[in-house]
């Protein structure tokens, strides 16, 4: 893909920052002010403009845990990225191509060819091969 670099790099850059910095972004993100006032929180910044009531991400206990898990994943996808595109470039394009020839659609090559690769390349197999 042409753009390959620079999207992962976007992608990664907040496993590169330390928790206490991915706390304070997400702080900022989901800072809440009383309804009339301005809203400094991005997130009821953009509600406010769409003539949305604030919600208060953090102490709501039905939004709560979700606001939560959405930082994290946040976090770490950059990690899971590094992994799969590292397994993904390590299958070989000869038995991509293989199975192609064969006749096998993109579905069927990844179902048949790429994911099982991937699983028996992973760190949890316990062996590469």
């Not at 670099?5 to 002010?33: E, G, N, R």
């Not at 096998?104 to 949890?124: D, N």
């Amino acid at each position: 893909m042409p753009y390959e670099s620079p999207i992962k790099s976007l992608i990664f850059m907040p496993m590169a920052i330390s928790f206490v910095a991915l706390a304070t972004i997400w702080l900022f993100m989901y800072s809440y002010q009383p309804p009339g006032d301005p809203q400094t929180g991005t997130l009821n910044a953009i509600l406010a403009v769409f003539h949305r009531d604030p919600i208060t991400w953090v102490q709501d206990p039905n939004i709560a845990t979700f606001a939560l898990i959405t930082a994290g994943v946040w976090g770490f996808v950059g990690f899971a990225m590094v992994i799969l595109s590292a397994a993904l470039k390590g299958i070989p394009g000869d038995l991509l191509e293989a199975a192609r020839v064969d006749g096998a659609g993109e579905i069927t090559i990844f179902r048949r060819v790429i994911f099982p690769l991937m699983m028996r390349r992973s760190w949890w197999s316990g062996r590469l091969w």
